[in-house]
Each structure stands twice: as C-alpha cells, then as structure tokens.
C-alpha cells in the first residue's frame, strides 16, 4: 500500500495551491489556552472532534449545522473542539471551524495537513485556539511552523505516531505532544502504541495527548493509566446517536 501521510501532504499543498487557504474570514475573538483547559480539568479532559469524513471509514454523520454539534460536545462536558478543515479525505471546512468559535467558549483546534505558515495564518484568522502539527508531515521546519503559531497567539498540538517522533517532539517548544494510535501511513489503529510510547519515555512537564481509537471509557482509563493526560476523540462521538450524552459518558470515565 503507498504511504498515505505522502497522499495527505500532496493534496495540502495542492489545497494550498489553489488558494483554498486564503480566507476572508477575520474574526476578532479571545484567544483560550487549550492546555490549560486540559490542566484545570477535573474530569476526563476530552478535546472532541468534529470529523463528518474519515479516510477509514467514510461518511461518520452528516452535519448540518457545526454550531449546534460543538454546543452538544460543550454541554457534555468537553475541554475543548477540534474542528477537520481539510476538505478532501475528512469533510472538513475552514467556515464550519469560525461558527464553532463562534459558538462556544472553551478552546477551539484545527486540525489539517499543515505544512505551511499560511494555513496557520488562516487558522488564526478562522478563530482558531490552537493549530495541530504532524511531525511526520513537517520533518526540518517543524520548530520554525511552532516559532509562527506561538507568534500569533496559537497554542501548538504536535502529533507523533513513534518513539523516535516523540522524543523528537519533546525537544520542540509545541505546548502538548500527541500521540496518534493511527498509523499515518497505513490508516492501521492500536491504542497501544500510546502504551508502549509512554512506557519508555515518561515525560514530566509535557501534556501528552492520546488521539484516535478511542471509543469508550475503559479505553480512557486505559490510556490514562498509560499516562496520557488528554483524549482527542472524532470517530465514536461522530458515530452516537446523542453527541452530549457520547462525550459526558468520556468526560466522566475518570
């Protein structure tokens, strides 16, 4: 199977290409410090996703309004929203990311392909809190792309998948690491690999966050006992009937 993390980084930059990125949403909103929210949590902190794609698995849900799904994550309990604004493989939109800021008041996440300054522009200017980096997708510019989002205000999420990423990731300023149990390149999940991560280098100061595969709350409580700090969860909340009641019974696994 071709390596689909090379797939991903092509159609970014043909996005980037064709001006997709090039938004004339501005909004002027308080930015909120999504790894504060994960640090003052007192539950389960669950960062969920709004994905209405996935590339594994399809159409999750068809969304008509993001405003009124951030609302129902908000209302169970969540610390914060990652909003899918690739377009291509997840559904995802720069506009549905600025109504979802609009909406709520805990910190907001873009996640994408992001491989240059200028989709971090546009995540500052869609309202975004924080940008989501993967180390794989951004190896030798990966501290100049942090230096640029630290510069206008937006915390940094940056994804690894292997020991080898992770440690490289410790060495970065990115404001939380995380740890995708979903291989890149091949699409394959294992929420062990969080647990083989963090039962090798156990870092103290960092906020680790577990993403993708987790779909209830024994999975929660197993990463937690891994030593993951936060939960980034799309698939198993886009798939519940009742969102709030999905993301509440996350929330409370701890």
Wanted: aromatic share 4%.
């Amino acid at each position: 199977m071709a390596d689909f993390m090379d797939t991903l980084v092509k159609e970014a930059l043909e996005r980037l290409k064709n001006g997709y990125y090039r938004t004339a949403i501005h909004l002027n909103v308080q930015k909120l410090s999504l790894k504060n929210a994960v640090i003052n949590c007192q539950h389960a902190p669950i960062i969920a996703e709004i994905k209405p794609s996935s590339p594994s698995r399809g159409c999750l849900r068809r969304i008509t309004s993001p405003r009124d799904m951030a609302k129902a994550m908000e209302a169970g309990g969540a610390v914060g929203i990652s909003v899918l604004t690739e377009p291509k493989r997840f559904g995802g939109s720069l506009q549905a990311l600025a109504q979802v800021k609009e909406s709520v008041g805990i910190p907001v996440l873009m996640k994408d392909i992001v491989v240059d300054k200028a989709q971090i522009e546009a995540a500052a200017h869609i309202g975004a809190d924080a940008v989501l980096l993967i180390q794989g997708a951004v190896t030798g510019k990966v501290d100049k792309l942090i230096d640029f989002a630290h510069s206008l205000g937006l915390e940094v999420l940056l994804e690894t998948h292997t020991i080898g990423e992770f440690k490289a990731a410790l060495e970065t300023e990115a404001d939380m690491i995380g740890i995708n149990n979903r291989d890149l390149k091949t699409l394959k999940v294992d929420l062990n690999v969080t647990a083989r991560i963090l039962a090798e280098t156990r870092p103290t100061g960092r906020i680790v966050v577990s993403e993708s595969g987790i779909e209830n709350a024994d999975h929660v409580r197993f990463l937690w006992r891994c030593g993951a700090n936060a939960f980034l969860v799309g698939s198993s909340i886009m798939l519940a009937e009742d969102v709030e009641k999905k993301v509440r019974e996350l929330v409370m696994a701890l």
